[in-house]
């Protein structure tokens, strides 16, 4: 890497990211070992946003073909983190059921033909068995999804912090950017904490991505921030819950899943919105329990917890990442959309690579991923 050492108020600093999410995190830890490394954060806790609001699935067969092939490069880390800041496993084992309706019979075959091998149909009475309140009347079949698990999400968030301080690397809280400019040697990033200054600069502020490029007059990626809203209930007095599949409906119109005890809600809504601290709206909350409730024997009568995040997507619904091809120095971790968390791993190394100008590493070449497919600079990003 070039130009090394430009002085960060009275520290040296090679590279300034922006965003302390698990994007931010992740390349952050990745980064440090090896340059002298800033994160700058607005929030005064780095998960605030859609990293401490995800409904925390590892799916291997969950997006588009090459957060698959991510996901799965992922899945090493997740079984072996070789981390002293991990006492606990960062997976813990989840079936998933995707359920359907006699109407759904089309999405249903589609989905079989397309996932192969990843699922196998279940009857409906084995899936009954599992789970007594899913109603006979209203599912007509039902596949199941080998090999998927619950990820510890701030365990993981942590991990990469902790090991982002631990090599030195800086990390300042409620400090935000507030505008970017270029500079002769790289940029200089103003904020309410102080400007710094650094010949490259990580854009992995979620759902403010385009925001920072607009400040920095880089041509936005047309990311596209979408609601999706969360709650959470408690489950029949009489169920044993732990056991349970995540149950996701086959059009991916709502989903079900255990949590520490209590049953998390979606309506899977996919609103677009301005960034934001997104806040659950009224409606989609009724929705949600319409659904929930013509599918499983389950009156939800309280609601003890209810929340709303963004997932950020451009057009082909791929993550953006590498260098800004207009704008020396500038680098995209952007548009993760509902896959963020259990891509981390994989993501993280494969933009710290390119950050440093190496080659992709080899296990995630093996798995068919190639930088020009998440290029900042690729065709069709925007609608
Ligand atoms: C309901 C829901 C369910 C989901 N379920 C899953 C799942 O099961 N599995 C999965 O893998 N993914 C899931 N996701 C997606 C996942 O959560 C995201 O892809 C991931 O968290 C995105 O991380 P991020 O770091 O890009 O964004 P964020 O966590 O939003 O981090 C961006 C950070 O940038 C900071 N920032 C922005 N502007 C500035 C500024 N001007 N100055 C300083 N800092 C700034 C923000 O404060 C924020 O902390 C889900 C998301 C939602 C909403």
């Known amino acids: 890497m070039e130009q090394m050492g430009v002085n960060v108020q009275g520290k040296s600093c090679d590279i300034v990211i922006v965003g302390a999410g698990i994007a931010g995190a992740s390349i952050a830890a990745e980064l440090s070992s090896r340059a002298r490394v800033l994160l700058l954060e607005r929030e005064s806790q780095p998960g605030y946003h859609t990293t401490g609001r995800s409904a925390a699935l590892y799916s291997s067969i969950y997006g588009p073909p090459i957060i698959r092939a991510l996901t799965r490069a992922s899945g090493h880390f997740f079984n072996n983190p070789d981390s002293r800041f991990i006492e606990t496993g960062l997976l813990r084992p989840r079936g998933l ?4 309706r006699k109407d759904q019979s089309e999405t249903f075959e589609k989905t079989q033909l397309e996932l192969g091998d990843g699922v196998v149909p279940v ?5 009954q068995e599992t789970v007594p309140i899913l109603r006979a009347a ?8 080998k090999g998927c698990a619950d990820i510890e999400v701030d365990l993981l968030h942590q991990h990469y912090l902790k090991t982002f301080k631990s090599q030195g690397g800086d990390l300042l809280t409620s400090c935000e950017v507030q505008d970017i400019e270029k500079s002769s040697d790289g940029w200089r990033i103003s904020t309410n904490a102080g400007i710094f200054n650094a010949p490259i600069v990580v854009n992995a502020a979620g759902a403010w991505a385009d925001d920072m490029a607009r400040l920095a007059k880089v041509k936005p990626i047309g990311l596209v921030p979408k609601r999706r809203t969360a709650l959470l209930v408690s489950p029949p007095a009489d169920q044993i819950i732990d056991h349970w599949p995540m149950m996701v409906d086959i059009d991916e119109q709502f989903y079900m899943k255990p949590d520490a005890g209590k049953l998390l809600l979606s309506p899977a809504d996919e609103t677009p919105s301005q960034p934001c601290d997104a806040q659950p709206e009224d409606l989609d909350v009724a929705i949600c329990v319409d659904r929930i409730e ?10 003890d917890h209810k929340w709303a995040g963004l997932r950020n997507f451009v057009a082909d619904k791929c993550p953006v990442v590498g260098f800004d091809s207009e704008a020396d120095g500038f680098f995209w971790l952007a548009g993760q959309g509902g896959y963020g968390i259990q891509s981390a791993p994989a993501l993280s190394r494969m933009a710290a690579a390119l950050v440093m100008g190496d080659p992709l590493p080899r296990d995630i070449q093996d798995e068919g991923v190639v930088a020009a497919d998440l290029s900042p600079n690729r065709a069709g990003l925007s609608a």
Do not use: Q
């Open 294 to 303: 013509k599918a499983f024997d389950l009156s939800v009568r309280h609601i």
């Open 97 to 100: 059921y995707f359920i359907a």
């Open 138 to 145: 209203y599912v007509d079949r039902v596949l199941m999804e």
């Open 123 to 127: 009857s409906l009475s084995d899936a």
